[in-house]
């Protein structure tokens, strides 16, 4: 303890300070006493933070968390303030030293029958911190205090709310470190999202510091960059931890999360059966010393001045201010927050208005404060629209495509004068995908979106009213690049909206169950429009969808991309557009033709030039429009290319799906309207039932392969040995395809943005689009060649057996298509998680 100097307020909230007890990271800590004589610890947040609204938002819900932690072997929450000028908590005060004094000052390494009651009481602390939703994130020995009766954990939760200045760094705007160098996990080091299981590695690294007396991984010995590397890639030196407890130590450290023992296994494995002291005389006589100095303590008054020592410099004995920490405004006392946590705070008294904290927003939403509802509505309504906006894209692509033969009739348009109409789309929207999630991260998700779908609505209006085709062609520009801006913008409200793997499971999950049957709902949405009204009204319907998703996104929170860092990659959006553009009017000039000619390759070798000169600007500039990190970790590579695999098959899949449909059964039959609402059932269960709820508890390859050779068998059971339409299988095909995309889609989705922070949610969505619109141009492709290549051998006798052989050789190459993805992501994606913005590859 040192005594108080000048710059110390004398009262924060309801407690007198007696003394200083330390400093950390995130500000000074005190000793003060209540009204009614009890002895607290106060932390006061630094005034630096407190003018950050963000900060202020995760201290809040940090705190409200934190209070609800119980158990024997933690320091209880008793007050906050996040609303204060400066915020501050208070918990309460542990009459003892901490882990480091007692083993690196006052006794040395610790006996094992000590080291093993620790690991039980440290356990069950952390059991109880998680019990509440909450992960600690920076267990060391300095926040493990020692006193008679055993250890107590402080400072549980309260690191979180640092994060908010990290951005996609270890260290925050001030060069403050989030963790400890010496008891950091693998998943913190490379920034990877943290779950429970780091608190489980931190704590096998504090007993072995208990046991050893020495850091797990030499940090003292070489610089900062070096112990980093060791804690991602290095095994640990256990020499020196007691036999009884080497085994699991080790389990502790093991660097894959999933193999960790969780708080409550640990607890069991090293449960205390006897009651008695549990440290060493030598430790015990050092407490009872403490004990008696904290009551002989004599506080002095904060109002003297300094002493001079003779030589006219300050005296040592009197502590000096800590130039780092400017002064903090006067504290006015305020009541005890025991109402639970703050919300719409507002700006410290007298800070600027720009320092006001926004409205939470899907950005900054946490799964440590579920009793928040604001957010959490947010974060529903921000699904809601993204899930509206991708099903209206994609019914409106479909539902186009249905009117064609309509639109060719009625505008007396040829054969040759179809093809720009398609062309003008799949351009303009593959080739902008880059550009719309770059533009979300730059100007923000909700402003994309209400520009997006303005320019969608404005399209609908001018492609339904069309009285020439090139009109028509002028709609479907238009159309596709506002999808393109659309598509990334939506999904990256899922991606930033959604924190921990389950939250992110779930959302994912109903994201895919709203818009994965999307195409199967346009067939059905097309033929039953044509058979009632005209095809103009295929193009006038999906307005009403966008106004709806227009009055949604105006009522989403306003987003903050303006203080991300993130600039305008100029090259980036030329290289990536440009070899976009070039790739997908090449495959589709392939695809209208039904045969490579010199202008396709030309086209398509075009854009793989360019689009490797995208992805190596991407690397080596410092502000890239899509993160390294994203398309470099392998688990995030193979999952895109599994994305790419099974976009090509998911054509065949409705390809031969609209072919059956109008062949055999017309859309307005009962088996028809049976068969496109069963794949979108399919879907939903296989998304929200089976991977949302195994996401967490399976590794995200099984998830991936199991879906996908499920919705591959799906498409083999609609093809007989002939290539006629075996008779009862249309319905449990659709069933287990629909099911097995569903598996498959949420992981993938959710392993392509593990661990990107929401100011590069869009960029990684785009890939995401990106990678499936590529896919599907390359079925597309595909499709062309195979119809063509049919046609040539069609007589005027034999039509029926050349659609059946279309028909079956479509449903092969998708089946194909789908079990290589399959294998691309059963051996690419790892069982860990992908390393986030700063990270090393798993």
């Not at 400017?326 to 025991?338: E, F, I, M, Q, V």
């Not at 409200?493 to 709902?521: D, H, I, M, N």
């Not at 449990?732 to 949610?761: D, H, K, N």
Request: charged share 15%.
């Amino acid at each position: 303890m040192d005594q108080l100097i000048v710059e110390d307020p004398p009262r924060i909230g309801p407690y007198r300070l007696i003394a200083r007890l330390g400093a950390g990271g995130m500000g000074l800590v005190y000793l003060g006493r209540s009204e009614g004589g009890r002895t607290v610890a106060v932390k006061v947040v630094q005034a630096e933070y407190a003018g950050n609204p963000e900060f202020r938002r995760r201290f809040a819900r940090e705190v409200a968390a934190a209070r609800r932690v119980g158990g024997s072997w933690t320091a209880a929450v008793l007050d906050a303030d996040p609303e204060a000028a400066v915020p501050w908590v208070a918990t309460q005060y542990i009459p003892g030293p901490d882990l480091h004094s007692v083993v690196a000052k006052d006794f040395g390494p610790l006996p094992e029958h000590s080291v093993h009651t620790l690991a039980n009481r440290l356990a069950l602390a952390l059991r109880a911190v998680h019990g509440a939703g909450l992960i600690h994130r920076d267990l060391k020995p300095s926040n493990v205090l020692v006193t008679v009766d055993g250890p107590r954990v402080i400072d549980f939760g309260i690191a979180r709310a640092m994060d908010s200045l990290a951005g996609d760094s270890l260290l925050t705007s001030t060069g403050m470190l989030i963790g400890s160098p010496g008891f950091m996990s693998p998943e913190q080091v490379r920034g990877l999202e943290l779950t429970p299981a780091s608190d489980v590695f931190c704590l096998g690294a504090v007993l072995v510091y208990a046991a050893t007396g020495r850091l797990l991984f030499g940090a003292k010995d070489t610089g900062l960059n070096a112990h980093l590397f060791r804690i991602a890639e290095e095994e640990a030196d256990l020499t020196g931890v007691p036999e009884p407890l080497l085994e699991l130590v080790r389990e502790c450290l093991h660097k894959d999360p999933v193999r960790r023992p969780t708080p409550e296994q640990v607890a069991a494995r090293t449960a205390v059966d006897h009651e008695g002291e549990w440290l060493p005389g030598a430790v015990l006589a050092q407490l009872g010393r403490h004990a008696a100095k904290l009551l002989d303590y004599a506080p002095a008054s904060p109002a003297e001045a300094p002493a001079e020592a003779p030589s006219g410099r300050p005296d040592p004995r009197v502590p000096s201010p800590r130039p780092q920490l400017p002064p903090p405004p006067a504290y006015a006392p305020t009541a005890p927050a025991h109402s639970g946590p703050a919300r719409g705070f507002g700006p410290p008294p007298g800070a600027p208005a720009d320092a006001r904290p926004a409205t939470p927003s899907a950005d900054h939403q946490d799964s440590t404060a579920p009793q928040d509802s604001a957010p959490r509505g947010g974060r529903r309504r921000g699904l809601a629209v993204a899930s509206l906006v991708q099903l209206m894209v994609v019914l409106s692509a479909t539902a186009f495509t249905m009117a064609v033969p309509s639109v060719q009739a009625d505008l007396d348009v040829g054969s040759a004068g179809l093809s720009p109409m398609f062309t003008a789309y799949v351009v303009s929207f593959g080739a902008l995908l880059l550009l719309g999630g770059h533009l979300a991260d730059l100007v923000g998700r909700r402003r994309t979106l209400i520009i997006g779908l303005a320019g969608f609505a404005a399209s609908c209006a001018l492609g339904g009213s069309a009285g020439d085709p090139v009109t028509l062609v002028l709609a479907r520009v238009l159309q596709g690049a506002s999808a393109a801006l659309l598509t990334p913008a939506a999904l990256s409200l899922v991606t930033a909206g959604s924190t921990g793997p389950r939250e992110r499971g779930r959302a994912f999950g109903v994201y895919v169950a709203l818009t994965g049957g999307s195409s199967a709902l346009g067939l059905l949405a097309g033929g039953t429009l044509l058979e009632s009204l005209t095809w103009r009204w295929c193009l006038y319907a999906p307005l009403a969808l966008a106004v709806i998703a227009l009055i949604g996104a105006l009522t989403l929170p306003q987003d903050r991309p303006g203080t991300s860092g993130i600039r305008l990659d100029l090259p980036g959006v030329l290289l990536g557009s440009g070899g976009l553009a070039a790739l997908t009017y090449g495959l589709g000039a392939i695809e209208s033709g039904g045969s490579v000619n010199p202008l396709a390759v030309l086209l398509i070798s075009v854009g793989i030039v360019l689009l490797t000169a995208f992805l190596w600007w991407q690397i080596r500039t410092s502000g890239p429009l899509l993160a390294p990190y994203v398309f470099t970790d392998r688990s995030r590579a193979g999952s895109l290319l599994a994305l790419l695999l099974a976009g090509t098959g998911a054509l065949a899949l409705f390809a031969a799906l609209a072919f059956y449909v109008q062949q055999f059964c017309g859309y307005a039959s009962p088996e028809a309207w049976t068969l496109l609402l069963v794949l979108p059932a399919g879907i939903a269960v296989g998304s929200t039932q089976v991977s949302a709820r195994l996401l967490h508890r399976a590794a995200p390859r099984v998830l991936i392969a199991a879906g996908l050779v499920l919705a591959a068998a799906g498409l083999l059971l609609l093809t007989g040995e002939d290539g006629s339409l075996p008779p009862g299988r249309a319905v449990p095909s659709m069933v287990l395809t629909g099911l097995g995309l569903g598996m498959a889609w949420v992981p993938l989705f959710t392993t392509v943005t593990a661990g990107v922070p929401p100011r590069q949610a869009g960029a990684a969505s785009a890939a995401i689009a990106t990678a499936q619109q590529l896919g599907e141009a390359i079925g597309g492709m595909l499709l062309g060649v195979v119809i063509a290549g049919l046609s040539r051998l069609e007589s005027s006798q034999d039509t029926a057996r050349w659609l059946l052989g279309a028909y079956s050789t479509v449903l092969w190459w998708g089946f194909g298509a789908l079990l290589l993805a399959a294998l691309t992501g059963g051996l690419l994606v790892t069982a860990r998680e992908p390393r986030g913005p700063g990270g090393r590859a798993a």
